[in-house]
């Protein structure tokens, strides 16, 4: 699999079930993004999650339909420790046999990037065009991305029409982050086990779309600033017929009227004190769509979620969400501070949720060149987390070094980071942690529950077999000088740097396994593969720049 870089996000799509539903012609696209990370290999019912998924959407796509379906996968990288998302087949007509075909060639591996794979999945898209988006998923993402925010960035620049999400649980109120994702995606949840129930939902939505194709309708965005940049919140749009009779109008920055008959329309989109006409045409069977600029002050405000009792005091994991006084929702995030910038002018409400606790709401006002904080404050209990790593199961050897990072749940947000191989922690906010354990490129993960005022204790075993090896660097073999000041580094297979020296000559102490080595002196890199086996006979590596 290709690896792609991280500025990008991810989703699955199957249409599915009875042969009595056949959906209507159109040229809608549906994206189906695809969970085959590790964690997929978790049983439900005697049943992994991976195959729970793959009977879904090989029943969604058996369904008759000209909908155009592309697929995009994350997971499935075979090194566990990087994230992995590909689009093996882009949106177009793409039959039963060759969505199963390419579900029948993954194996659960790696890491869950569903922010990344919905960034990277949705450049598929047709811009402006019908866009659906099915999520298959188990609603965990675990490589620091920001699925809502992502998905309500593609709503928001109307790259998408809705986003709904497939899971393993009856309710979506199951997993905080699924329902997140389908409140931003104006969608809906379904387990991977009812398919019918979303199945019937597509079935009926398509065929309406058919039926109005002898109207057109006209879509508008209105922005600050610049085209498809920070939304106009709190934009007023009316839409004029070709007499000047006022047909609708919408309290939104960005709508669709719809089942219009073809002639000649005005809109007129206003903001504030601003207001602009455009004409044009509505054809049968299209979508016009226009943007609106407007050009005025805009301002931003900080938040800091707070917990009481606790030594850095952050309330991670806590939802923060921003209306603006029309009640359309501007942010949502899920981290425990942050700042929220281009908010036009006005009056915002400032949501916060921790769960299990009463939601808390403040209102703030947003001027141009000022930055109001917010700060919410969280009575919840406290615990620790004590941890130690080890190289063997015995548990003699400690693994000195390890690199300890502590991941709040269940959005995967880093609380703390240590560099020993014990420790106990400052107090943390109760609930799910994810603790990462790094030695030397070799990683170990376990979930703990932190409970109010206990200890949880929690041990890493790396089971790894150390080996020796020894390096010298000349500048001159045949004289034997020193190569004074090289700089000696060792990678893993991942690429990783997890050794490094200044030195000419020394030691390292390093798992089995294949490194690469490269040393650089005035100008020159050298560069030698290391194989390292445990072995009576001492390792040594000698690099020579003479030659």
């Known amino acids: 699999m290709k690896p792609i870089a991280k500025s990008i996000l991810s989703l699955a799509f199957v249409f599915c079930v009875f042969n009595a539903v056949v959906f209507a012609q159109s040229s809608q696209t549906v994206l189906i993004v695809f969970d085959s990370s590790e964690r997929m290999r978790q049983e439900i019912n005697g049943q992994s999650r991976f195959l729970h998924a793959k009977r879904f959407v090989n029943d969604f796509v058996n369904v008759n339909t000209s909908v155009r379906i592309g697929l995009t996968i994350f997971g499935s990288d075979a090194t566990g420790g990087t994230e992995a998302y590909f689009s093996p087949l ?6 039963v046999s060759t969505i199963a075909d390419e579900l029948d060639k993954l194996n659960p591996e790696g890491m869950s990037p569903i922010a990344s794979a919905l960034l990277y999945g949705s450049q598929s898209l047709t811009p402006n065009g019908i866009n659906y988006i099915i999520i298959v998923t188990d609603g965990v993402e675990n ?31 199951d997993n905080p982050l699924i329902s997140e994702l389908v409140n931003a995606g104006n969608g809906m949840y379904v387990p991977a086990w009812d398919a019918e129930r979303l ?30 940049s920070f939304p106009a919140y709190g934009s007023t749009v009316e839409l004029f017929d070709g007499t000047g009779q006022k047909v609708d109008t919408q309290i939104f920055w960005k709508g669709i009227f719809e089942n219009l008959d073809p002639g000649s329309y005005n809109f007129i989109a206003s903001h504030q004190d601003t207001s602009i006409m455009r004409s044009f045409e509505v054809i049968s069977g299209e979508r016009t769509d226009l943007n609106f600029v407007f050009m005025v002050p805009t301002g931003e405000f900080s938040y800091l979620h707070k917990i009481e009792n606790t030594l850095d005091g952050k309330a991670y994991g806590t939802i923060t969400r921003v ?13 425990a501070e942050g700042i929220v910038t281009n908010l036009p002018e006005g009056k915002y409400a400032v949501e916060a949720l921790y769960e299990g606790l009463p939601q808390q709401t403040q209102e703030v006002e947003i001027l141009s060149g000022t930055q109001p904080q917010l700060e919410f404050q969280f009575n919840v209990g406290r615990g620790r987390i004590a941890y130690q790593c080890f190289l063997d199961l015995l548990q003699t050897n400690v693994a000195s070094g390890t690199q300890i990072k502590i991941f709040r749940q269940p959005y995967n947000e880093l609380a703390l980071e240590e560099s020993q191989w014990r420790g106990t922690t400052t107090y943390l906010p109760v609930g799910l942690y994810t603790v990462e354990g790094n030695y030397k490129g070799i990683i170990r993960r376990e979930n703990i529950e932190v409970h109010s005022d206990s200890t949880s204790t929690l041990d890493f075993t790396f089971n790894i077999e150390q080996v020796r090896f020894s390096f010298q660097c000349f500048a001159s073999e045949a004289k034997k000088v020193p190569a004074t000041g090289v700089l000696f580094q060792v990678y893993n297979q991942d690429g990783v740097l997890i050794e490094e020296s200044n030195t000419w000559r020394g030691n390292f102490q390093l798992p089995e396994g294949v490194y690469s080595i490269q040393a650089h002196f005035e100008g020159k890199t050298k560069t030698q593969t290391l194989n390292l086996f445990a072995s009576s006979q001492q390792n040594t590596i000698i690099i020579d720049f003479e030659k």
């Open 90 to 95: 882009p949106p177009g007509n793409n039959s």
């Open 143 to 173: 490589t620091g991305g920001g699925p809502i925010n992502v998905a309500q960035t593609l709503m928001n620049r109307g790259l998408i029409t809705r986003l709904d999400v497939v899971g393993f649980t009856d309710l979506k109120e």
């Open 199 to 228: 199945i019937q939902h597509y079935s009926t939505m398509l065929t309406d779309f058919a039926e109005r194709e002898s109207f057109g309708s006209a879509g508008y965005r209105c922005f600050i600033g610049s085209e498809n």
């Open 323 to 335: 209306y603006h006084s029309t009640g359309e929702a501007v942010f949502t995030g899920t981290d």
